[in-house]
C-alpha cells in the first residue's frame, strides 16, 4: 500500500490523519447504500467478507489502537496487551453477528469519541508512547492514529473496487442461489 501520509509527526500530516479518520463513517454509509440489506452480509468474493464482516473489522481494530491511545495519553509509557483485534478481540465481541445499520452507528459513534479526543490533543500529546510486546520502538499516539487512518483507507480502497467489480454477481453466485 501507498502510505501517502509520512511518518513524520507534522500539523499537515496530523491534519490528514484527522480527515481520514472524519470522512470514514459516511464513506461507509455511502457504500453500503448500494447494496440491500441482504447483499451486505454476501461476501465480496470467495473467501472474502461481506460489507457487514468488514465493517467488524475495523471496528474491532479501532478498539484495540484507541485502547492504545487512551493509555498512552493516560501513563508513563504504558505497555499494551498482546490481543490480536481479528483473532481474540473479534471473536470474543462477535461484531460481525450484528446489522449493518447498528455497526455503522456504534462505528460512528467511536469515531466521534475518538476525533474529539484527537483534536483536543496538544504536539506534547500526540508524541506520548506506548510500549507493544514484540516490538523494540516505541508507538507514538501520532503513529497509533496514522496507522489506523491508513488501515481503514486501504480497506476503504479494497471495498470500493470489490463493490464496482462484485455488485452484478453478488446474488448470484452459486452460494446464494
Not at 501517502?4 to 507534522?10: A, D, E, G, N
Not at 491534519?15 to 459516511?26: K, N, R, S, T, Y
Not at 498512552?72 to 481474540?88: F, S, Y
Not at 496538544?122 to 510486546?133: A, F, L, N
Request: aromatic share 4%; net charge neutral.
Amino acid at each position: 500500500m501507498n502510505k501517502t501520509i509520512s511518518t513524520k509527526m507534522t500539523k499537515a500530516n496530523i491534519d490528514a490523519v484527522i480527515v481520514i479518520l472524519q470522512e470514514m463513517p459516511g464513506q461507509l454509509e455511502a457504500l453500503a447504500r448500494r447494496l440491500s440489506d441482504e447483499e451486505l452480509h454476501i461476501p465480496l468474493g470467495p473467501n472474502q467478507r461481506s460489507l457487514t464482516q468488514d465493517l467488524g473489522h475495523l471496528i474491532n481494530s479501532e478498539a484495540r489502537t484507541a485502547e492504545s491511545i487512551h493509555l498512552a495519553l493516560l501513563l508513563d509509557e504504558p505497555l499494551a496487551h498482546d490481543i490480536h483485534p481479528e483473532r481474540q478481540w473479534g471473536k470474543l465481541l462477535l461484531t460481525d453477528a450484528l446489522a449493518f445499520a447498528d455497526l455503522l452507528a456504534y462505528f460512528s459513534i467511536r469515531r466521534k469519541m475518538l476525533l474529539c479526543l484527537l483534536i483536543s490533543i496538544s504536539d506534547t500529546q500526540w508524541q506520548r508512547v506506548i510500549h507493544q510486546p514484540h516490538k523494540t520502538r516505541k508507538e507514538s499516539v501520532y503513529w497509533l492514529a496514522r496507522a489506523l487512518a491508513l488501515h481503514e483507507k486501504e480497506h476503504l480502497t479494497d471495498l470500493t473496487h470489490k463493490l464496482s467489480h462484485t455488485k452484478d454477481r453478488l446474488l448470484s453466485t452459486p452460494d446464494n442461489l
